[in-house]
């Protein structure tokens, strides 16, 4: 059964300190991973994606680190402000059917305190 | 461009009736997939359309139906609705089968 691990749970840290969510995968066959930012009452934004052949990508002050052989990704948020306050959720898509098929983590909660 | 549009917002029902969500992609997206997301169990694949026609299907029993039309648009049926599904259901379209799938603001759907 494919599934995908997030930790931790939660988090809280100051305004401008860094903080990096963990994400454990076991899924196959593996076609990609993305993270994803979900604000309270609000739909998931992309942050980033990852192919198997891809190990870091960077998008501002989030950058996602892949390591396909061990099946595990880092999502690292630098210099947090209090807007980066949200869910984090990695996702970690299955080719099937023709389609790509998601498995979902149940994110990290971050809050940021100023 | 206009975002995902998720019909309604909110909406309560009692259990044992159904109900039916509208998603409208956004314009040249001609894939919806259709999510429902509990404290408990996160977030949870339910079902793609592409072109109209279903392309995967999530582990979720018959009472989940969807369907797509020919301008993409995407419904999605809850029949005998239980207190267990009580739950934002997202939306989300790409351009395609293998491209960023963009979410739409959700329907919070409360079952009493």
């Known amino acids: 059964k494919n599934q995908v691990e997030q930790s931790p749970q939660s988090l809280i840290i100051l305004e401008g300190k860094n903080c990096t969510p963990q994400?454990?995968?076991?899924?196959?066959?593996?076609?990609?991973l993305r993270w994803y930012k979900q604000d309270t009452g609000r739909g998931p934004v992309s942050l980033t994606i990852?192919?198997?052949?891809?190990n870091t990508k960077s998008n501002g002050r989030y950058t996602a680190t892949l390591d396909a052989d061990t099946k595990q990704s880092s999502l690292h948020i630098t210099a947090s402000q209090l807007s980066d306050s949200a869910s984090y959720i990695c996702v970690v898509s299955s080719r099937g059917g023709g389609s790509y098929i998601p498995t979902f983590g149940r994110g990290t909660s971050l809050i940021v305190h100023p | 461009k206009a975002g995902v549009t998720q019909t309604p917002r909110y909406l309560i029902k009692t259990r044992g009736q159904q109900v039916t969500l509208s998603c409208s992609p956004i314009?040249?997206?001609?894939?919806v997939s259709w999510y429902q997301q509990t404290p408990g169990q996160g977030l949870q694949f339910l079902f793609e359309y592409f072109s109209e026609t279903q392309r995967n299907k999530g582990n979720f029993p018959g009472r989940f139906s969807g369907r797509q039309f020919s301008n993409s648009r995407s419904e999605m049926n809850v029949s005998t609705l239980e207190l267990g599904d009580s739950a934002l259901y997202l939306c989300a379209s790409r351009q395609g089968l293998n491209t960023e799938a963009f979410f739409g603001q959700g329907t919070r759907l409360t079952v009493v």
């Open positions: 314009s040249g997206h001609r894939s």
């Open positions: 990852m192919t198997f052949s891809e």
């Open positions: 994400c454990n995968y076991t899924v196959s066959p593996f076609s990609n």
